[in-house]
């Protein structure tokens, strides 16, 4: 059973800082591509940074370049969003996403950046 779990969501300060985390199961992890996107209220889902199966390859949003990294973990099946210099713009639901031969995604976790 194919399975993504985020956490590490919560409310945080402008300006402070959060590190996502999703676990995954079921599928071989170390060959998926995986992406985080986000989806703000009453907009559409959009990508946020993605990396490749190696690792060796990272992409971002350009609201997100300097601020987010994305790094994961192949031997923890575990891929992370570390957030720095948060702003309340990017407060969220954040997804997990794999891609490869198939298309799985996590429920989400909430992110608010509020003060």
């Known amino acids: 059973q194919v399975q993504l779990v985020e956490s590490g969501g919560g409310l945080v300060q402008p300006g402070g800082s959060l590190r996502l985390s999703c676990a995954a199961s079921?599928?071989?992890?170390?060959?998926?591509?995986m992406s985080w996107y986000r989806q703000a209220s009453g907009k559409e889902r959009e990508l946020v940074a993605g990396i490749t199966g190696t690792g060796r390859s990272t992409n971002y949003a350009g609201f997100v370049k300097g601020r987010f990294t994305i790094s994961r973990d192949n031997a923890k099946k575990t891929v992370y969003l570390q957030m720095n210099s948060l702003k309340p713009e990017d407060t969220a639901v954040y997804y997990c996403?794999?891609?490869?031969?198939?298309?799985?995604w996590g429920k989400g976790t909430l992110v608010t950046v509020s003060s």
């Open positions: 996403n794999a891609y490869y031969e198939m298309d799985y």
């Open positions: 079921g599928f071989t992890f170390s060959s998926y591509h």
